[in-house]
C-alpha cells in the first residue's frame, strides 16, 4: 500500500492584527503598548492585557519593521578606545541593558586608541544607519566629535569629556576620587605623596592631574614637579615605565596616587622589579576598582566608579536624545568612593 508522507503545515505567523482583534483592540494600540517608546501613552489594565494576550499568543515585534514605518534602525553605535581595559566592559554592560529594554541593540567597536581607525569606524556606523553614538573615545578636541555634532547625529559621551561644545556626557567626577585618594594618605601619615597620571590630552588625564595638584595644596603640600608623571596611555606598561622614572629621579616619596587601576598594575610590576615592597617601602592607590583588583598581592586600594551606571545613564539619556533632538545637553557626574585595600599602609619611620 502507498503511503505519501503527510505534509506538515506551517504554523501561521501571528500578526499584530491578530493580537489586536483578540484583546478587542485597535492594531496601533498594540503597536504603542509594544513599543518602548510609546508603552506609557496606553493605560496600565490595557498594556497588561495586550502584553499577556501578545506573549500567549507569541507574538514578537519586529524592530526592522518598526524601523520601516519610523525610519529607525533601532541600533546605537558604542565606541570604546581600549576593549582590554577592563574599565568597559561593565560600561558596556550597562548600555546594553538599558538599550534592550527599549527595544534597541548595541554596534560595539573599539578603536585601540587609534584616531584614524576611529574615524573609519564612525564612517561605517554612520553607513549603517545607527540612531545615535555613544563615545567614550573622546579626547579634549575631538574631530570626530564635531563632526557629529555638525552633522545632527545623537550623541553622549562617556567617561570623558571635551573642551568645545555643549555635549550629553556621563563623567566621574574626578576631582572628588583624587581628594579621596589623597585625604587616606594623608590620613595614614604620608607627606611626600607621587602622581602617576594618564594623557594630557584627555579630560580625565588632564582632570585627575590638576586635581592632584589643587588638593594637594589645599592641605598646605606643596606638589614636587619631579613626582608628577604623565603617561602616553592608561596601559600597565606604561605605569610600569612611569613608576620606575619617578625611582629614577631619586626624589623620596613614600606613596603614589595612579590615575588608573591599569597604571597602578604597572607600579606594582616596577616595585617587584627594584626589590620594594607595597604597601611596606611604597603604597600605591588606583582609580576606577575594575573587577579583580581585590585579587592582587596586595589588594588594591582604589576610587570605586559606578561603571555599569555610567553605562546605563549613557544609553537612558541617548535614546532621549534619540526622541527629542532638541532637548538642552547636560552634564551628569557620578559621584566615586574610596575602597580602601591592602596596598596602602602607614609610612615607615
Known sequence: MDSKPKRVMAKKKVNIKDVAAKAGVHPSTVSRVLNPDTASMVSRPVAERVTS?????????SPMASGLRTGRSYTVGVLIPDLTNP???????????????RG????????????KDEHAILDSMKSRHVDGLILATAHRKDLAVNTCIDEQIP????????????VTEVINDDEKGISLAIEHLLELGHRSIAYLGGPPDTSTGRDRHQAFKKIMRAHGLEPDPELIVNCAAFTEPEGHLGFLSLLKKHRHFSAVVAANDLLALGCFDALQESELRCPQDISVTGFNDTPFMDRLSPPLTTVQIPLDEMGAKAAQLLLNLIRDPQIDSETIKLKPKLVVRGSTAKPRT
Do not use: C, T, W
Open 53 to 61: 494576550i501578545a506573549s500567549e499568543m507569541g507574538y514578537k515585534r
Open 104 to 115: 534597541y541593540i548595541a554596534i560595539l567597536a573599539d578603536s585601540d586608541n587609534n584616531k
Open 87 to 101: 574599565i568597559f566592559p561593565p560600561i558596556v554592560r550597562g548600555i546594553e541593558r538599558s538599550l534592550g529594554e
Open 155 to 166: 550623541l553622549v559621551l562617556v567617561n570623558r569629556s571635551i573642551d568645545s561644545h555643549a
